[in-house]
Nanobody, 123 residues
């Protein structure tokens, strides 16, 4: 069965960095686009970053552009999100997800989700 397992979250001060990982199993990872989303308390789940199957194309939410970098290692079935210059407003549960169609900016464009990893940025 399809499994996505995030790790790497934690507590960090403003301006700090974290690297999230998402270990994928149960499907051919290199055949699927992947994405990162986040959800803060009381808010909708929002798009953070997208990467194409080969890793050749990426896209970011305006709020994280220039600070976050999405990447993947298809040989190791792993997705990454490098987060730099973190701000308190980045505090949320971060989810990785498997894309199922050519679009990528809404949660409806993804069919499987991980359980999430908490990122907390203190001011």
């Amino acid at each position: 069965q399809v499994q996505l397992v995030e790790s790497g979250g934690g507590l960090v001060q403003t301006g700090g960095s974290l690297r999230l990982s998402c270990a994928a199993s149960g499907f051919t990872f290199s055949n699927y686009n992947m994405g990162w989303f986040r959800q803060a308390p009381g808010k909708e789940r929002e798009f953070v970053a997208f990467i194409s199957r080969s890793g050749g194309s990426t896209d970011y939410a305006d709020s994280v552009k220039g600070r976050f970098t999405i990447s993947r290692d298809n040989a190791k079935n792993t997705l990454f999100l490098q987060m730099n210059s973190l701000k308190p407003e980045d505090t949320a549960v971060y989810y990785c997800a498997r894309g199922w169609n050519v679009r990528w900016k809404t949660k409806y464009d993804y069919d499987y989700w991980g359980q999430g990893t908490q990122v907390t940025v203190s001011s």
